[in-house]
């Protein structure tokens, strides 16, 4: 499998450990991942409110860039899935994309619309397998309580974003049981992390955030694990004021979608960038079981 | 499948603030065809079983909007929620009044809340005295005119996609997805005079607290999109206000910080929304990350092309809402 790698603005800044677990997992995988060093970033649902039109220009020429090299798109964010998706989505419409053409065309970029885009979550579960997975597996994650927290732009609308229900999700906890985890259900799960709002109203921000770990935790999660970045910026990186705005200690360890798999298929924590966390994740890693050689 | 019944197990929320000290769930398990509506089984329940069940419904055809609940979890209309499906994802059903409104009964709200935010949004048309009524006859609109109401006019207040918004959860303040998908509907309307006092009313601790998470689009049960509508909203308030709220101030942030160099400059970003002032309030957490992710204190790399990226910001972003 060959694919444009799409890895957003977060991974290659302050997320890099996603970036590093991705290619780790890809690379068990034979999934060829393509760079495109002009790839520029989705405008994370933000643009999209201050210029929708522009939004989806901006998302054209990236999908015209994979389209090129006859690639579908890979994403490992939920927020750079929903809007290059959404992009795709709005150039149905004749009105849009006669204003978005006229600001290609004269710049030579020509967006036909066939190219996909696909988050990892939906490439382990659909185009790999989880029975593929399930053999890849060296290090069995057992035992281990993982509430899943998908964010929210890879589901919802889920008539646009066309993968699975946007109330009640499972590929995410089928995955986890693929690995040997054992998937935890809590509300929570499907909620908004806080993080469009962390800059707006911090408060609020971390107390929505602060509550999905509690709602985990009270379900008797010992870690999460989320498919976005942002997502994990709220969970993992704010948790401190998280802890704060709910007033009490949260302890709960976070790992990015490619990190469990990793730990699953026998990856060091060093090769999956986990020290770069910052609640840390070394008790939970070393419970796990020892790694049968393969 | 007509003729087939299958075991419907049913989990009711019940709770009397004024005599319980704490909700409890009455188990019943009734035989069902798979296509019975939830509506349909409570008031079996309540006519066969025990009558002393609260529920509020009327029309019995998703018209009248009374009688939602969480179904599973869920934000639902109970007569237009087939018990099927959910028995075959959950193995039962539970049912629970709707969230973010305190229970008076079983599975009826007060709904004070939710008709306190649509009532503060004045949901009547104030007539625009340069579009008279023409005497006589109703105020005609054209088809492009009505088409801009896109789905809104559909609106049964049912409260589903209160129940389901985390914001209001997090900020009863906060208007909520359907007083704001009503407000869209008045702003975009040719007929109303105050759609820019309405924008400009709206947006300190309205617009800008919304999450665009779609749970309200999911919960709605006649397809009106209020998240959708709400992010019309926030383009409009910047195209006739600029800037004027932090959130706004966000948006239009971004909007300039990806012009720069085509990804995103975190470092920035913070400064452009939160100035200097804030910049120093998140000074401790800014060290503590920089310790794990020294990258958060380095530009990012330039994306090639950046020039066709500039091209396209000069083409369609000449209003930009940066400036009015």
């Given at each position: ?294 | ?122 949901p009547h048309l104030i007539l625009d005295p340069r579009r008279p009524m023409p005497a006589g006859k109703e105020n005609p609109m054209s088809p492009e005119e009505v088409e801009r109401f896109?789905?809104?006019p ?31 509907r008045y702003?975009v309307d040719p007929r109303d005079a105050a759609h ?129």
């Open positions: 499998m060959k694919l444009a790698y799409y890895p957003g603005c977060v991974a290659q800044e302050s997320g890099k450990e996603l970036d590093l677990a991705t290619r780790w997992v890809c690379r068990a995988l034979d999934i060829e991942l393509v760079d495109f060093p002009n790839f520029s970033c989705c405008g994370s649902g933000f643009i999209d409110e201050a210029n929708e039109v522009l939004n989806v220009a901006l998302n054209a020429r990236n999908l015209a860039i994979a389209e090129r090299a006859g690639l579908d798109v890979l994403t490992i964010c939920s927020t750079c899935q929903g809007m290059l998706s959404l992009a795709n989505l709005r150039l149905g419409d004749a009105r849009v994309k006669a204003r978005v053409d006229g600001a290609l065309k004269p710049i030579g970029i020509e967006y036909r619309g066939t190219t996909k885009v696909k988050h990892l979550l939906q490439v382990l579960v659909q185009d790999v397998g989880l029975a593929a997975i399930r053999a890849k597996v060296r290090r069995p994650l057992r035992g281990l309580k993982i509430g899943a927290f998908y964010g929210c732009h890879l589901l919802r609308p889920a008539d646009e974003m066309q993968f699975e229900s946007g109330e009640e999700p499972r590929s995410f906890e089928d995955l986890l049981d693929a690995l040997g985890a054992t998937p935890v259900y809590y509300r929570g799960r499907v909620m908004c992390c806080g993080f469009p709002i962390q800059f707006v109203k911090p408060g609020t921000a971390t107390g929505i955030a602060g509550r999905q770990i509690d709602d985990a935790k009270a379900h008797g999660a010992e870690a999460m694990a989320t498919p976005c970045p942002l997502c994990h910026l709220s969970l993992d990186t704010y948790q401190n004021q998280a802890a704060k705005s709910v007033g009490h200690a949260l302890d709960m360890p976070v790992f990015h979608l490619p990190q469990v798999v990793g730990l699953a298929f026998g990856a060091t924590p060093e090769e999956l960038g986990l020290p770069r966390h910052l609640v840390p994740t070394d008790a939970v890693v070393a419970r796990i079981g020892p790694t049968t050689p393969a | 499948m007509a003729g087939t019944t299958v075991s419907a197990t049913f989990e009711v929320y019940r709770f009397d603030p004024k005599k319980d000290a704490s909700p409890r769930y009455q188990r019943h398990t009734l035989e069902l065809a798979p296509h019975t509506t939830v509506l349909t089984a409570l008031l079996r329940i309540r006519g066969e079983i025990d009558p002393s069940l609260a529920l509020r419904y009327s029309c019995r055809s998703s018209i009248c909007g009374s009688c939602a609940m969480q179904v599973n979890s869920k934000s639902r209309l109970a007569c237009e929620t087939q018990i099927g499906p959910e028995l075959e994802r959950h193995g039962r059903i539970v049912l629970e009044p709707m969230r973010n409104q305190a229970v008076l009964r079983d599975l009826v709200v007060d709904q004070a809340p939710f008709w306190h935010h649509y009532a503060k949004i004045e896109k789905e809104t559909r609106c049964i207040a049912c409260a589903a996609c209160f129940s389901a918004c985390p914001a209001v959860e997090a900020d009863p303040g906060f208007p909520g997805p359907m007083a704001l998908a009503k407000l869209y702003v820019q006092d309405r924008l400009l009313a709206i947006q300190p601790g309205g617009l800008w607290t919304c999450l665009r998470c779609h749970l309200c689009t999911e919960a709605c049960p006649k397809d009106i999109r209020p998240s959708e509508r709400i992010r019309d909203l926030k383009e409009m308030a910047i195209r006739v206000q600029g800037a004027t709220e932090l959130g706004s101030r966000h948006a239009v942030g971004f909007k300039a910080n990806l012009r720069d160099r085509g990804l995103l400059n975190e470092m920035k970003l913070v400064r452009q929304t939160s100035g200097l002032f804030g910049m120093l309030g998140q000074l401790g957490q800014g060290i503590r990350v920089a310790r794990k992710k020294p990258e958060i204190l380095s530009r990012p790399r330039r994306i090639e092309g950046l020039d066709e990226v500039e091209r396209i910001y000069a083409a369609l972003d000449t209003d930009g809402g940066d400036a009015k």
